[in-house]
């Protein structure tokens, strides 16, 4: 019937149609059916209230649903959104209000919703009218109604859809329709309706934080993407710089990498989004040219991708043209071609033409090789990010994007597959071997169906037999990692080839200059920069991760493309030239830069020697395994050992040289060697068991030099031996051997090695330290800083700050030791220098602890005693697991300490006699405070029975203190005002008078720590 407010005359022409209905009415009836009609009374009561004030008019009702005409869209709109925030204010039912489609919400900016939640739908067009012959009401008829009917019935209660139709006739006027929320929503199949419709969300702008579920009707996608069926691991800056650079204006982009890398995951994945947020009004289509081998095959493949006819219908042009205009008349569109490597050579004419023809097209391009079109912008794809070398922890490791992709992959072949403590580090291990290759890592991944993780790690060096398992939704060329790779391999120029396959004996990446001494390519085979050039754009050599310290560029390769080329030089017979070429360019060089370490330069000098330790360890390796070994052999791999040392001293792991200087020196005993060379090799064997924390063997051998030397006339590195020897005597707490050691080296003269002055003159200092105190030390530590600052030798630089800094702080003076300690640890992570940067870090520790902040120093050894562990230094784990027990003993967590003390004691009985013994005294003291004061008194019973005490003053004094914890320990248990607690406390008395005046050679700063904490507990148990 007509309403009150309706017009005289009905709108007839251009109608703008409204249907609106009450979300969830049906239940609502059910649930509350009083409340519910007194509510329909009050919505039909706004609905026409509404009304009246515009020229709208009533069309029908049925039920709670109105039909509704305007003569324009804006009307149409306008009382909408009034209707839409009138809604909110009505005098609802209680019992309305209590049902969940009807509860009250806020928002950030007020009230979204409350009461009934009307949806609204608009639709603009000329629909069939005539009068109803029963009503005689202007009724409408035909397609514009249907599809009105469709609009309303997609959306939600308290949403207003317009259609794209609708829309357009008021996007000029939104501002005087108070500035409305409006967003496009996409395009939709409407039923009945045959071509997708465009809808957008129209609301008040006071209403604008109104969120809705997805629409109750199918989106068109209008693209071809696949949808993702993993979430994509890691990547976001590579989709956040693609966002950025098609923003930007940029025409072609080319995802660049190896196969395996993961590019056309990328791809996909960014298209898909791209897709879903509506941002190209020409749709996102996805073009794979796999198979594509001509112009023709890329232009089908594209015209298949698109649903574009190639038919010429009398047009004569190439197919190439009829596809631009054809991209051209899409509008905005982005366009995926994967995989164009093998057609490049097309690209101008076909791609090329493209961009011309159809300038509101973007593409994003997959390739193993620079396309070299204008505007081309290039985007590099590295592996996924790998876990930190050393790393164990296993919160630290689930955040590595290559460990998330394994984990994902297998709990894909296996459901109950779950990352655990004790398998985290060899998957860290796994992914870092695979490069961080996506594929690699995929293909490892599901052998888990099979293998353990143990297992998989165990069979990685036979990697293309292992990761044979195809991916069955992969292409032929890219199931496989050497499919993969052979697809790559067939696309180059033989001397391309013969290139890449020579590449393979570098480790660790190569400069130029590398590459021209050691590559021999044939006469025909054209420039090596040209050629290197050539294979960096297909990305097959990659810019290393590390510069050379002149500012030289690095190439590298995927150690899996890398074994690949070494079997494929292995195929051509000549890769003994290549190698020996490659052992005498790396070894000449390191030779020199060894000498340039103790010399002038010597940070630039150490931080070359690590760019090339992988180079070196190959090429003596190399050396070692030449059958028959040769003296020209042996001596190359002797020469490499020995320029290795600084590079190891300063790096670790300890154990790295050995056994290789094992078998060299074995091989020296057959294979005749210059003799100076072989006692060369024998002195930094010695010095390595050292480091390794192996006391005999480092004394046998540095003793076995030293005789040699002598015999050679070579007085300079006898006297570096003997130097070497007193450290051996110190660490096995013999103090009167190492004095003996260190006053023969100082009788012998340096020479011209200044570097050998200043390292005899700190190690003089460093026994003084033991026998006679800090201040003893000091000098002598302070004279070998300058000598070691002047030679330039940045690494003991670095050690004999931090030596002085220890020893300042033994002396008391706190505030002069901590410069020379963050000097000192700012110098060893310039240089790289991990093992000067745990004691600088572990030494800082120490000094705090000595000011009474042991919260802080227990950061600081917790992240030192972390490092040694994984350096491999047993001297460095067994100090800071010890100094961490200390600190720890000071917070009074008593358990950690004992067991981070006996650790420390375990591992350094064998490696260093003095600090086992010092640790071994807080070790007791623990036991003391825990209660097992049998245990602690039996413990303290052998330590001062021990004959190191004897040469060690400052070690006897502090085993004295630390064993008044015994009486602490005993007046606690004591019953107040017995002759038990005189008697403790008469001698907890006497100790702490002892060393509150102990004489400078005894004193130190951990009898300083350890007499405040006595005092402490004391002053808490009176």
Known sequence: MLSLGSPATAPTGTVALVFTDIEGSTQLWERCSTSMREALELHDRVMRERLRRTSGYEVKTQGDSFMLAFPSVDEALRWCLDVQETLLHVPWPAELLAQPLALERMGPRGLLHRGLRVRMGVHVGEPECRPDPRTGQMDYFGPVVNLTARVAEAGHGGQVLLSGAALAHVAGTLDALGSPSVRPLGEFRLKGITLPVPLVEVLPSSLADRRFAGLRVPEERRGNVPTAVDTLIGREQELACLRRWFEEGVHLITLLGPGGMGKTRLATHFGATQLQARRWDGGVWWCDLTEARTEEDICHALARALDVSLTRDGDASRPAERLGRALAGCGASLVLLDNVEQVIHHMPHTLGRWLSLAPHTRFLVTSRHAL???????????????????????????????????????????????????????????????????????????????????????????????????????????????????????????????????????????????????????????????????????????????????????????????????????????????????????????????????????????????????????????????????????????????????????????????????????????VPVEPMLRTEALAVRGRAHLEAGQLTFARRDLEAARDAFHLLGAMAWKKEALVDLSIVARHEGDMDAAWSLIQEAQTIPSGTRRWLEAYALGNLGLVEQSRQGAEAAIPHLRAALELFRAVGDTTFEAMFLVNCGLAIGEAGRTAEAVPYLEEGLAKSLSAGYRMGHIVARMDLGCVLLGEDRAAEACEHLAAAERMGRQLGIRLLEGMTRGELGRALLAVGTMEPARAQLSAAVAVLEPVSRSHALRFSAYHAAAHALAGALTVARQDFNELEAAPELRNEPALRALTSLLRATVEVAELRAAPPGTEEAWQAEQALQQRLERARTAPAAETSSDLRGALRLLERWREAQA
């Open 372 to 670: 070299q079109l204008p505007g081309e912008q290039l985007l590099d794809l590295a592996p996924l990010e790998l876990p930190a070398e050393g790393e164990v922890r296993l919160e630290e490791l689930a955040r590595s994007e290559a460990v998330q992709l394994f984990a994902q992959r297998a709990r894909a072949v296996r459901g109950s597959f779950e990352l655990t403590e004790q398998e985290a580090p060899l998957v860290a291990d796994i992914v870092r071997r695979l490069d961080g290759i996506a594929l690699a890592i995929e293909l490892a991944a599901a052998r888990t169906n099979l293998l353990s993780i143990q297992q998989l790690r165990n069979r990685l060096p036979r990697r293309f037999e292992l990761l044979s398992c195809g991916l069955r939704e992969a292409s032929h060329r890219q199931a496989t990692l050497r499919g993969a790779i052979d697809w790559s391999w067939n696309l180059l120029e033989a001397s391309e080839q013969e290139a890449l396959a020579q590449c393979s004996v570098f480790r660790g990446g190569f400069t130029m200059e590398a590459a021209e001494a050691v590559l021999a390519l044939p006469p025909w085979g054209g420039d090596i920069l040209d050629t290197l050039q050539s294979l960096r754009s297909k990305s097959l050599l990659k810019l290393s991760a590390s510069e050379s310290t002149d500012g030289e560029l690095r190439l590298g390769m995927y150690e899996s493309i890398r074994e690949y080329a070494c079997a494929r030089l292995a195929e051509t017979g000549g890769n003994a030239s290549i190698v020996a070429r490659h052992a005498e360019y790396y070894v000449t060089r390191a030779r020199g830069l060894r000498d340039q370490v103790r010399g002038g330069g010597g940070l630039e000098a150490l931080r070359a020697l690590a760019l090339e330790r992988e180079n070196l360890l190959a090429a003596c390796d190399s050396c070692l395994m030449m059958v028959p070994g040769t003296a020209e052999s042996l001596t190359r791999a002797l020469l490499g050992l020995v320029a290795l040392e600084p590079d190891v001293a300063a790096r670790g792991p300890a154990g790295l040289l050995l056994p290789r200087l094992e078998l060299a020196l074995e091989l020296a005993e057959s």
